[in-house]
DNA sequence: GTCTATACCCAGATAGAC
DNA sequence: GTCTATCTGGGTATAGAC
């Protein structure tokens, strides 16, 4: 697992792609072999199966969910800002496999299901810390997803505009904070 | 169209729920025959093919998006309230319908996709009519995409407190109105 | 209008050479 | 470790009886 030979990262890159810009459907093995530079055969040597494929992308999101909270906890904006901006503008490899992630969960698979919450889970975690107010923290995230659900729909990053949103969530916690005393 | 045969109606409501419930992979010609209760070749005498089934299915929600509107304009509680409660709590079809074209439109269906822009287009137009602040309705219109991308996943209605979404929306066109005089 | 039977195709998986 | 060739199963579509 820690330096995967190429030819495997190579594979879980094409499989991505290949979900987010067409589809579950689309996503076989035909298909991914062809994107990545590999014959069919050398595909089924590093995933034995389809669903290894499927399991070997879900547990590749689970680890840059890792990294992506990490990143979310250091930035300088801000745990809500990071969310927000992220899920609109598609700065690292995280939302690309998040997407397609989310094209395997609707198809079926329920381990993309799983690792998907886990995804809300952790990020309601860190804005909720930052914000200290849990009902706003779930609206970011609910935010958050809404903007993912575009951006898997529409096969790409939306136009959504990130510094409006931030604005109107600075504005709620302020009124929150000030009927709170 | 007006009055379709019962066996249209039930393979359409079949391969919705196989949709909601099991994703776009098991929603296959003989799964939706067998749940409508008719053969595949019963099936194939309403829908030429699969396309055609899934053309159907947009077709409907297409229909169900008036309706919809229609009733969110009219809702005693206003258009924000009803746009968040049914989104949350699977109130008519229309709740299940959307989800089944989601799943169809993130396994590669191009019209499915469409239709579901139309839908986010129709909702805002009705919620910034009501609010007369358009970031606001933007926000609102991307909540109810989240929680329907949570309902996709977990395959259910989900649990999100409305009443607490409604108290922040409330309080926030609230500060924005005094802060534009 | 709905059925059964069957043909066709393609995605997934296996075998074995290199 | 990667390839080509091949087999199998199942999903889609057609033919034709009732």
């Known amino acids: 697992m820690a330096r995967p030979p190429t030819a495997r990262a190579k594979a879980l890159s094409a ?60 930035d300088p904006e801000g745990a809500v800002a990071y969310l927000l901006r992220t899920s609109a503008a598609f700065e690292s490899d995280f939302e690309n496999v998040y997407i397609a992630v989310a094209a395997l969960a609707q198809s079926g698979d329920t381990q993309a299901a799983e690792v998907l919450q886990e ?18 923290a779930r ?3 609910l935010l958050s997803d809404g903007i993912y659900a575009h951006a898997a729909v529409q096969r790409g990053p939306t136009g959504h505009d990130v510094d409006e949103l931030q604005e109107l969530i600075k504005q709620l916690l302020a009124t929150r904070k000030q009927q709170e005393q």
Chains 1, 2 share one sequence.
Do not use: C, P
């Not at 459907?25 to 290894?52: C, M, P, Q």
């Not at 995804?119 to 706003?136: I, L, M, P, Q, Y």
């Open 139 to 141: 609206a970011v995230v």
């Open 15 to 74: 499989f991505t792609q290949i979900l987010v810009t067409s589809g579950e459907r689309a996503a076989t093995l035909d298909a991914v072999a062809k994107a990545a530079g590999i014959s069919k055969g050398g595909l089924l040597y590093h995933f034995g199966s389809k669903e290894e494929l499927n399991e070997g992308l879900v547990a590749h999101l689970r680890e840059l969910i890792r990294a992506d909270i990490e990143r979310m906890n250091t």
């Open 119 to 136: 995804a809300d889970d952790a990020w309601f975690k860190s804005v909720a810390t930052e914000v200290k107010d849990d009902a706003v």
